[in-house]
C-alpha cells in the first residue's frame, strides 16, 4: 500500500469541482475524472512513467455519474490505485459504481435537495423576503448541502476503496432522496397556497377565479404528462406570448 | 401488470432509469439480467443502492431469465427489464419469446470501432446485424434515453 | 460597458451550469435577482427569475441527457424585461428565456460534440498528463466562451425585440398572470406526479397548501 499524500488529496478534491469540464458524448466525464485524480496518480507513480501512462489510459475512459457523488468513485479509484488492485479491478469497479452513484445522487440532488431549497426559498420571496436575502438563504442552505456531499463521498472512497457499498447503505442516500421529494411537494403546495393569498387583494375576482381553474387544470394535465410537459409548456407559453404581441402591432 | 419496459442499456441502473423512466412507470421492481452481475455479489450491492425506496431489484443470468419471462409478464408487479447489450437481449428473445414487444435502446457509448449514432448511443457493425435479427425476432425496436425525448427509430439507426 | 459586464456574467453562468462547481448560482432564482443587481432593478430579477424557476423546476438533469439551460438565459431575460415597465416586460423576458433556454440546449449539444474530439480519446492513442489538463481546461474556456456567446447574441435580439415590441401587448396584468399562472402549474404538476404523484403525496401537498393559504391570509 503507497500513501497518497495530503498535498494530491485536496488537489484532486479541488479539482473535482471541474470534472463535468469537459464534458463529451464519447467518454462523458471521462476527460474530467482524468484530470481530477491526475494528481494522485503523478504521486503514486513518482520515478514510473510507464505506470503513470497506464493509470492516466484507464482513467480517461468513460465515465459518468452525478458529479457531487463521482466524488465517491474519485477517492475509492485513488484508494484502489493506492493499494495496487489490478487494473481490471478498477475498471469493473468505475464501471460498476457509475450507475448507482449517477441514480443515487441524480434522485438525492436534482429531485430531492436542490427543488426543496429552492422551494423554501420561493416561500421566503412571497413572504416578503429581500430579494438578497431570498438568494443567500437559497445559496447558503443548498450550498451546505452540496459541499457535505462532495466532501463525505470523497472522504469515504478514499478510507474504503473498493468496499463503499457499506458505507453507502448505511448512509440510507435513498430514503434521504424519499424524503426529501416528500418535503419538495408540500413545499411547492406551500408556494401555490402563498401565491393564491397574495393574489387575494386583488379586487378583480373572476381573473382569481380564471387563474385558480386554469392552475388546477395545469397541475392535474401535468401530473399526468409528467417530466416531459416541459417541452411543450416552454414552447406553448412562448408561442402564446408572441403570438400576443403579433396581435398587439397588428392592431 | 407485467414488463412495462425493456431497455438496453450499459449503465444499467442509473439516474436516467430509475428519475427518468422509473417517475413516469413506477415499477415495482427492476429486472437486471445480466451473466457478470448475476455472478458478482459486490457488483450486486453496488447496484442495489441505486435503487428507489420502496423498490426491489433482482438479478438474474440470461438463461434463468429467459425461462421466467413469461411469468414475469404475467405478474402483478410492474417490472423494468433491463440489459447491459444487445446480445443479451438476442439471447433473450431468440425463438420468438419476445415477439411483439417494444425494445427501447438507451445508452451504449463509445468503445474501440463503434460509431456515434445519436449523443447517448454508438454502434459496431455487429451491434447492427444484431439490432437487424433482433427485429426479426419480433421486436420493435427504437432508440429513446428519455420519456420526453425524440423517439428514433430502427431505419433511423440503421440509416 | 453594462452589455459588456452582462455578457461576462453569462458566461460565468454557462460555467456553473455545469462545467465548474455548480454551485446553483446559475439557477433562474439566483441568474435574475443578480442580473437584476447588474441593471439596477432587483426587484424585476426577483420576479422574473422567480416565474422562470417554477418552469425549471420540474427539469432533472439526469445521466448527460439535453436539457434547456437556466442560467444565461434568465440573464437575458431580466436585463430586458427591466427595460420594459408592467406586464409587456415580465412576457417578453419570459418569452426571450424560454427560446435562449432552447438555444442554450442546442448549442450545448455542439460544444459537446467538438469537446468529444478535443478530450483524449484513450481507444484510440496513449494519453498524456498534459494532453488531459490542456484538453480539459480548453474545454472550460470554450463553455464559457459558449455562454458569453449566447447571452450577447441574446442580448442583442432583446434588445431588438424591445423596440420591435415596444407598446404592443394588449393584454393587461391580470391577463399576462393568468397566461404565466396556467403554464407554471403545468410543470409544478409534473414536479409533483414526479415526485410520487398524487395519490402518494397529495396529503402533503395539500396541507402545504392549505397551510400556506392560511398563513398568508392570516398574517
Redesign the interface.
Known sequence: MRSIGRTARWSAFFRS??V?????????I???F??AI?PVL?RLNRGDPAG??EA???H???F?A???LSNLALGAASRMEADEHSEEDIR?FKA????????????LV??GW??AT??A???L???GA???F??LF??FA??VG?LALRLWGFGVGLERG?RV??S??KAA???K??RL??L???????????A?????S?D?WP?LL??VV?????????????????????????G???L??L???I? | MSIVLYRVDERLIHGQVVVGWGSQLRPDRYLVVDAAVAASEWEQELYELGVPEGTGVEFWSPEDARGMLSSWDESDLRSVLLARDLDTFLELANGGTLEGKALNVGGLHLREGREEILPYLFLDPSDRDTLRSLESEGLSISAQDLPGSPKVGLEGLLA | MDILSLTLLGGLLALDGTAFGQFMVSRPLVAGVLTGWLVGDPASGLLIGGILEVYFISIFPVGGAEFPEGGPPTMVAVATGALVPGPAGIALGTFLGFLLSKAGAISTRFLRRLNGRLVPDPSRRRVTSARIVWAHLGAVALEFLRGCALSLVGLLAGGLLVEVTSGHWPIGLSGTFVLLTVGASLTAGAFVGTLGGWRRRGVLFGAGLTGFLVASLVL
Do not use: C
Request: hydrophobic share 45%; net charge positive; proline share 3%.
Open positions: 469541482f471541474l463535468q469540464g469537459s464534458w463529451n458524448n464519447r467518454t462523458m471521462g476527460g474530467g482524468a484530470f491526475l503523478k503513470l501512462s492516466l489510459q484507464r480517461s475512459e468513460h459518468n452525478h458529479p457531487y469493473r460498476a459504481v457509475r450507475s448507482p452513484l449517477g441514480g443515487v445522487g441524480d434522485a436534482w429531485v436542490r427543488p429552492v422551494l426559498a420561493l416561500l420571496a412571497l413572504a429581500t430579494p438578497a431570498t438568494v437559497f445559496l443548498y450550498n452540496h473498493s457499498s457499506e453507502i447503505r442516500l435513498s430514503k432522496a424519499d421529494s416528500g419538495g411537494v408540500f413545499l411547492m403546495g406551500g408556494v401555490i397556497g402563498s393564491i393569498g397574495r393574489s387575494w386583488i378583480n381573473i380564471l387563474a386554469g392552475g388546477v387544470w395545469g397541475l392535474w394535465l401535468g401530473s399526468l404528462v409528467g417530466q416531459k410537459v416541459w417541452r411543450w409548456t416552454f414552447l406553448g407559453v412562448s402564446a406570448i408572441g400576443i404581441f396581435v398587439g402591432w392592431g
